[in-house]
């Protein structure tokens, strides 16, 4: 079966790191590009950045630039997305997301989606 | 940055009825459009891109359309698992940002 499953809901305290992660499988995962996408609570989605498993090229959007890092382990075919000093502003749902081939970049298989609840 | 701006922000309709969603972007994507389904608890779904291709499965009550800075959406007989929120989505440019979404309510 081709899908992308992420860790699990997350905890932290402001100025916290922390690492979640997007595991693919059912198909070549060095092969398709790999985004995450933020949603904050009751709001819409926000387009993050997006890495190529195979050589990690990564862009990152001018709002997140800085604030996460983008990486992936081609190897055991899972992206990660990280932060070093995390806010409560950072609370949200991550979702990761596949672009599929064919020229068109749009995300045609998401991951479930990664709860990340920053509070004191 | 594109703008998205999705127009209106809660449709009212009921089943059965057409429900037509609007998506402007703040310059030209030509037709680099996608459109996704997001219901409570779930992650979005891809239902159009290229502006009017269908994504595999989605069934033909979905169709889009338009061009440079004008897109719609359109559900032509609404069934009951179609009440959602639908974001759009350009990717001409980056970043490849979304609409705010318009979130699709039984009248």
């Known amino acids: 079966e081709v899908q992308l499953v992420q860790s699990g809901a997350e905890v932290k305290k402001p100025g916290e790191s922390l690492k979640i992660s997007c595991e693919g499988s059912?198909?070549?995962?060095?092969?398709?590009?790999i985004g995450w996408v933020r949603q904050m609570p009751g709001k819409g989605l926000e387009w993050m950045g997006i890495?190529?498993?195979?050589?990690?090229?990564?862009r990152y959007s001018p709002s997140f630039q800085g604030q996460v890092t983008i990486s992936a382990d081609k190897s055991i075919s899972t992206a990660y997305l990280q932060w070093n000093t995390l806010k409560a502003s950072d609370t949200a749902m991550y979702y990761c997301a596949r672009i599929g081939l064919g020229g068109d970049w749009i995300f045609d298989l998401w991951g479930q989606g990664a709860l990340v609840t920053v509070s004191s | 940055e594109i703008v998205m701006t999705q127009s209106p922000a809660t449709l009212s309709v009921s089943a059965g009825d057409r429900a037509t969603l609007s998506c402007r972007a703040s310059?030209?994507?030509?037709?680099?459009l996608a459109w996704y389904q997001q219901k409570p608890g779930q992650a979005p779904r891809l239902l159009i891109y290229g502006a009017s291709t269908r994504a595999t499965g989605i069934p033909a009550r979905f169709s889009g359309s338009g061009s440079e800075t004008e897109f719609t959406l359109t559900i032509s007989s609404l069934q009951s698992e179609d009440f959602a929120v639908y974001y759009c989505?350009?990717?001409?440019?980056?970043?490849?940002?979304f609409g705010q979404g318009t979130k699709l309510e039984i009248k």
């Open positions: 059912g198909y070549s995962f060095a092969s398709y590009w």
């Open positions: 890495i190529y498993p195979g050589d990690s090229d990564t």
């Open positions: 989505q350009q990717y001409n440019d980056w970043p490849h940002t």
């Open positions: 310059q030209s994507v030509s037709s680099s």
